[in-house]
């Protein structure tokens, strides 16, 4: 994450959150993240250098038509000073940033396969014991930890995966 998107993403919070709209701004960063993730093309139309600063703006005015004024204005800021290729980076860091000033946590759960709505609403239940705050749980799937899961919260892991143990059993048996 650079230091820019980390400055962009303040900046439009601190002026969304002045204009009462943090909210819909976040989902408009939220719709953001989640197109470039999913069009490789977009992420690539981005970051090319070749494409002139006036297309990029014009086909994300196009593409997130019906975003608020404060994300607007950040593309016509990113226009101005000729920074498309980092969107995508302000959008996910202003997402943690608006989480992080509404008391929303994010645990991520490594498993090795995707969780189901039973065993996400058990794993919520197990993490208001450590936390009073909101959370929200991403999913990541690794099939190399084999079964088991990896709970991170913040700066707090809880490794229960297969390939943990394994790892500890190897390491007693080389004494």
Known sequence: MSRAAIRYAKAILDIATANNNASAVNNDMKVIVASVTGSQELKDFLVNPIIK????????????????????GLFQLLLANKRFEILPAIAS???TLFDQV???ETAVV?????ITAEIEA????????????SITIKNVVDESIIGGFILRI??????????NKLQQLKREFSY
């Open 53 to 72: 600063g006036d297309a990029k703006f014009n086909a994300v005015k196009e593409i997130f038509a019906t975003v608020q004024n404060e994300t607007n």
């Open 122 to 133: 058990q794993v919520l239940n197990k993490i208001k014991e450590f936390s009073s705050n």
């Open 102 to 104: 509404s008391g929303v």
């Open 154 to 163: 913040g700066d707090k892991q809880y490794n229960v995966s297969v390939a």
């Open 110 to 114: 490594t498993t090795a396969f995707p």
């Open 93 to 95: 860091q202003f997402n």
